[in-house]
């Protein structure tokens, strides 16, 4: 059992108070690799479509205000498509009076609620 404990400590030794293992070199054929799929690159596609929201809506004269960027407001006599919770419910057309974030629009076909997303 003593012959054991000496026979294992034989492949370490110290030097100056480190403790220095054995080296083994690599092998000299390199293991073969699979091939590494490559992945699919990512496609970054910025939304230039401006969204906005209804603020306001008039159901006695089929109207709403919508709210946008300002850089974004769209058109008079525009169509656009009314969103509830991701799901088409209504188009309005872009009618006009703009007053600075807000423009009004009539709505021409199905309903809508305040809170929206309106887009092209």
């Known amino acids: 059992m003593v012959l054991l404990g000496m026979a294992v400590p ?10 220095h ?4 070199p690599l092998p000299s054929t390199p293991p073969t690799a699979a091939p590494i ?8 596609t910025p939304e230039t479509q401006a969204t906005g929201k209804v603020v306001k809506v008039n159901n006695a004269g ?3 205000v ?11 006599d525009q169509r656009l ?4 919770l991701g799901l088409k419910v209504g188009e309005v057309k872009v009618s006009g009076p703009q007053y600075e974030d ?5 709505l021409v076909s199905g ?10």
């Open 21 to 24: 293992q054995a080296f083994s």
């Open 66 to 76: 919508l709210s946008y960027p300002l850089s974004h407001i769209p058109s008079v």
């Open 62 to 64: 089929r109207f709403v």
């Open 102 to 106: 807000n423009i009004v629009a009539d």
């Open 81 to 84: 498509n009314v969103y509830h």
């Open 37 to 44: 799929p490559s992945k699919p690159q990512l496609i970054v």
């Open 111 to 120: 309903n809508a609620q305040v809170g929206d997303e309106v887009r092209e």
């Open 10 to 19: 034989g492949c370490a030794h110290k030097e100056n108070g480190a403790l």
